[in-house]
């Protein structure tokens, strides 16, 4: 066939032959570029067994559309042949390369194979024939994952192929062997096989014939990996041991845990340290991770429309328990700060602490006396922010929780005492502080981040000081947006309600029995539900959506029927009550975000949004004719978000998308036809963002492009998506994404392609720079020109020389001119936060400023 031209593909070389088809590098005369076409050999008969298995190959891989997996551009039939036009991938199959020298460059291909199976899985695709002969590693050392040809699609035919085993045997998890159930985590264990082959160069499982190798992976352990490699990290060995394991549901249950782990493996022995990041859309860099949020930041992260107090009472009779008054009275405690935080109650209901900002957003803490207000500044840190206080038993002394200088910085408790003075640091990434009924020691959350989709939830008790240090509860839980995490102790020190997160979305309270360390679940509502209280009447307040709004709700702590106590608009959440029950403070709390315009030439601002919905990041078009931003108008702790576009006066507000998804960071295209942003569904973890494509004028259905966070765009057609894996450019026209930087680094081209910023996150050298595109394609930023340090957020206008910065922990408004680097401070809008957008058009900068109403009410008489 050399030589011949078929359809509009001239054939020029043979690639390759395997048991399903034959492979030919061909020239595309009509779009001129390389593909290879697969064709089926002629040594098979063309039966329509056989036809059925060729085109689920191909429906298979063009439903998929990865950087990691092949792409698939059409399915063509001439002259009676029928054959899959697909990409052309010039390099080396993963056989080619083993065994993999550096253990490092082994993990990095990991990673992206299992991305690639990750992306599959996610349309219901096994893959079933993972080897190292169907992975290639292309010029640009980039993963392609080929031959789906024995995938099996959900609710496709169930294909068997003649007088064989589907599959390549060394590489078969044991129930394919055996004839069981093949899933995605059949895929798993052969990628643990060629993980282990591209350590070591052998195969974990061996025997001189079919039935040995067979044997040996059904019954046998594979040999250590430490025979050939003694210096395996012991977060290697796991990886591969869990990869391994014989039995299904003791392997990984989704390839995407295994990657969280490898990802984690690849920043402990590159020694790469991201910064913790704040809450949604405070970040340094738009990233929803939950690292280090607190209780209160964390369950009401969205806002919604908030009414009065409004709380309407039904007297109800608890079996065993006290009776709510009717006549109980409601006051809203008169504060003089506009920017407050969650409060913590004196024993005696006497006193209480809260945060608040200063007229410089500046936080610090302050007593208060309930009965003669005139609060008293006791703190003198000038944080970032603070997020709650509690205040001991007997009211000496306050604990809270702080970001010192930036969102980036980890939580940090510090204690301090109630009469003022300089505090003490007394836990480090920790926060939700929480004190034992007698004062001698307190609780506290800390987490550890496992990749970007998976926590580690840690309740510790310690002394007041901070030592002896003792784990009560660990918790597993996905990262997402909206996850509550919150506990109190019961008036008798001996258990803990504590708030628990499922996959599906929704919390429940539960109960930890100190002594024996055994849970049971309190309520099961299936809905939002956190904040618990235990009250000395045996009772435990809690916040919950089950009734529509989140009001507060009373059940018995040994389970029941449970009671709502308020139904404002809320959102409510308990804070604290006396032993007697005579008082109970609990908070409504609301995040609104107000998109503005302010002019970059006299300082200016146009504020145009009046409503009190919660809003993302504005984005304004290149001419400074439109405004974008992502809007929530549910509730309070839904995590849908849909994108709006309206004119620059605030008028003509349209909808773009209407589904349930989580939508953040919408950004134009320069000639403002389209919009990208990113999405999720709210109960997937944060690295499951994806990318969207929409046009404006006709949006339709989006258009999904593949797996990212943010994407800047840098030309009519052109953007780079960024994402957890690293940077790709991509383009309206170009079919796959090209891999641009490592996920160490976010690289952006600019000044008409000429040159290169790049966001580095290394420890130590973190910042962005400029260099060239020639020297970024020959050695990275390795000898690249600082622009900044830290990292932060920029905007980089189309058609223009400039970069836009916040340093992070500043309101400052920076301009750089590019390439050569020369800083400026603009004009400061008031309000403006780490999120922006630019329009040197009409010099004008857009941004959401978002700010929080929360009162404190204090109820009187909660029981008769």
Known sequence: MIGQIISHYKILEKLGEGGMGVVFKAHDTELDRAVALKFLPHHITVNEAEQARFLQEARAAAVLNHPNICTVYAIEKADDQQFIAMEYVEGKTLRQLIPIQKTQIAIDYAIQIGEALQEAHSKGIVHRDVK???????????????????????????????????GTLAYMAPEQIQGGEVDARSDIFSFGVVLYEMLTGHMPFRGEHEAAVMYSIVNEEPESLQAYLPDAPSELLHVLSRALEKDPEVRYQTVHDMVIDLRRLKKETTRVVRPSQGAVETAAIPSQRLRGRSKKKLAMALGSTIGGIGAIIAVLLLSGGP?????????????????????????DGNWIAFPAADDRGK????????????????????????????????????????????????MQIVSASSLGGTGRVVADTAYNQSWMPDGKRFGYLHTDVLGSARSILQWVNCNPDGSDRKIEITDTVGQRSGIRVSFRYSPDGKSIAWTKNFPQGHSEIMIRDIASGTDRQLTHDGKFADDPLWSETGHIFYSSNKGGNINLWMIAEGGGESIQVTRGGGPDSPLGMTSDGKRFMYSEVQDIGQVKIASLRDGGVRQLTVDEWQRGMASISRSGRYVAFPAQERDAISTERNIYVMDRDGGNIRKLTDDLMDKLYPTWSADEKWITYSARPGNEPNDSLRVFLIQVDNPGQPKLIGRGVWTPWYSEKEFVIWSYSGTYTRSIDQPEAVRFAEDSVMAIPVLKGKYVVALDWHRGRAGWFITTSAT????????????????????????????????????????????????????????????????????????????RKMRFVLVENLFN
Request: net charge positive; hydrophobic share 35%.
């Open 776 to 851: 970024y394609s020959a050695s990275g930023i390795a000898n690249a020109k600082r622009l900044t340090r830290g990292v932060s957020f920029a905007a980089f206008p189309p058609g223009t020389n400039d970069m836009y910065f916040v340093p992070l922990g500043s309101r400052e408004l920076h301009r750089i001119s590019l390439p050569d680097g020369n800083d400026k401070v603009v004009k400061q809008p008031p309000g403006l936060g780490t999120f922006f957008s630019i329009s040197t058009v009409t010099e004008e900068i857009a941004y959401t400023d978002v700010h």
């Open 363 to 410: 936080f610090d803490v302050y007593m208060m006396n309930i009965a003669q207000g005139q609060p008293r500044r006791i703190t003198h840190d000038s944080c970032y922010n603070i997020h709650d206080v509690s205040l001991s038993p007997d009211g000496s002394t306050i604990l809270y929780s702080r970001r010192r200088s930036s969102p980036a910085d980890p």
């Open 323 to 347: 009776e709510l008054n009717p006549e109980m009275k409601f006051r809203v405690l008169q504060l003089p700060f506009r920017n407050v935080s969650y409060a913590g109650m004196s024993g």
């Open 132 to 166: 190292a002969d169907n992975i290639m590693v292309n010029s640009k050392n980039q993963i392609k994952v080929m031959d789906f040809g024995l995938a099996k699609l959900k609710g496709s035919l169930k294909l068997t192929k003649t007088s064989s085993t589907v």
